[in-house]
Nanobody
Framework: QVQLVESGGGLVQAGGSLRLSCAASGRTFSSLTMGWFRQAPGKEREFVATIGWGGGSTDYADSVKGRFTISRDNVKNTMYLQMNSLKPEDAAIYYC?????????????????WGQGAQVTVSS
């Protein structure tokens, strides 16, 4: 089993920045593909970003490319999402997720473990 805990959510003005963290425990972190997803009220959960075992492979949703940066620290067993130039449409609950598969993926169904979510609110 893997436990994931997000932190760093909050309220930010449009154009501002926020950094989310995801702390993992219960399994070797370096053998987990990690990802960030988000869900706005009334909408489906959508892919945001993913990162491979060693951090060398990343992928981003088109809507956040160039503004968000995903990273991981396998010594601290922590994944991060740096969010810059935030827009009102970025407001959502952000979920940390982990997959046992090797290789990055955008598919929700490929992720085995999920955090409780972190609220991100962006004011216009």
């Amino acid at each position: 089993q893997v436990q994931l805990v997000e932190s760093g959510g909050g309220l930010v003005q449009a154009g501002g920045s926020l950094r989310l963290s995801c702390a993992a425990s219960g399994r070797t972190f370096s053998s987990l593909t990690m990802g960030w997803f988000r869900q706005a009220p009334g909408k489906e959960r959508e892919f945001v970003a993913t990162i491979g075992w060693g951090g060398g492979s990343t992928d981003y949703a088109d809507s956040v490319k160039g503004r968000f940066t995903i990273s991981r620290d396998n010594v601290k067993n922590t994944m991060y999402l740096q969010m810059n130039s935030l827009k009102p449409e970025d407001a959502a609950i952000y979920y940390c997720a982990a997959s046992r598969q090797y290789g990055i993926t955008r598919e929700v169904s490929r992720y085995d473990y999920w955090g409780q979510g972190a609220q991100v609110t962006v004011s216009s």
